[in-house]
């Protein structure tokens, strides 16, 4: 049985000249407990927008999202979010930062103090604990936005394009990272991204989107155990497929994305 069920979902949104912009039309998704998907697709299909109705931050219009069952209401601790930017409070120091979520929620502070220590030692920060987010790389920003959404210990784990801004290096170095804490932890990890490549070396299956607006082009079922070799012949066979499909729907709506060849 299915873990999440995406049921008929669509969103649409009002424009500054009043005009509707469909973004979302008949979304038909089931995630499996413990699964790492990856939705991938041109710039404006919706992928943002569909992570944040499934962390309950925007209603659909039509259509349902259940979790175990339950309709999803609105935001809860469940559901985390990753976000691009890591979006940590400056004034704070690093262990801080990832012991606020579990201070809002009367977690007594020398629990919520090895919690976090535990999850920043999972993320190779324990020796930056004290540390002012100023004083940090982009990459161990991330690594304390990681930190700070695993601390809460959700089911599913909702990360928006994580390692977009990073330098190619470090986002190598945090996607061996994320793969061994979700290996781990056996979250459930829903992740967006535009480059093929990482969503190939990452997902167990990667959902690709197409525009205007935004609908399930097809489903990729990646049956290949971690680590991966990025030039494994079955994987660049994957990335060959994926592009293609980018291609033609790129070529259909006239819209070009540079990003998906990275």
């Not at 601790?77 to 990753?82: G, L």
């Not at 093929?196 to 049956?223: F, Q, W």
């Not at 994987?235 to 070009?256: A, D, F, H, S």
Request: charged share 25%.
């Amino acid at each position: 049985m299915a873990f999440l069920k995406i049921r008929n979902l669509s969103k649409h949104f009002i424009q500054q000249d009043k005009k509707e912009l469909e973004v979302l039309k008949d979304i038909n998704l089931e995630i499996n407990n413990k699964e790492f998907v990856t939705l991938i697709g041109p710039s404006g299909c919706g992928k943002s927008t569909l992570l944040n109705i499934l962390a309950g931050l925007i209603t659909p219009d039509t259509g349902k999202v259940l979790l175990n069952n339950r309709i999803i209401p609105g935001p809860g601790k469940d559901r985390v979010m990753v976000f691009q930017e890591a979006a940590l409070f400056p004034w704070l120091t690093v262990i801080e930062n990832v012991m606020f979520g579990l201070k809002i929620n009367n977690i007594d502070k020398n629990t919520a103090y090895e919690k976090a220590l535990k999850q920043l030692k999972a993320v190779h920060l324990a020796n930056f604990k004290d540390s002012l987010p100023h004083q940090l790389s982009g990459g161990m920003k991330q690594r304390v936005a990681i930190a700070r959404a695993l601390v809460m210990d959700p089911d599913i784990l909702l990360m928006d394009e994580p390692f977009g801004a990073l330098d190619e290096q470090t986002r190598l170095i945090l996607q061996k990272e994320l793969i061994d804490i979700w290996l781990d932890t056996q979250k459930t990890i829903i992740f967006v991204t535009h480059n093929i490549r990482e969503a190939v070396k990452l997902s167990d299956r990667i959902v690709v989107l197409g525009t205007n607006p935004g609908y399930i082009i097809d489903e990729i079922k990646i049956d290949l155990p971690h680590p991966r070799e990025r030039e494994n012949p079955y994987l660049v066979k994957l990335e060959n497929r994926i592009l293609k499909l980018l291609q033609n729907q790129m070529n259909t709506v006239g819209v070009y994305d540079e990003a998906v060849y990275a």
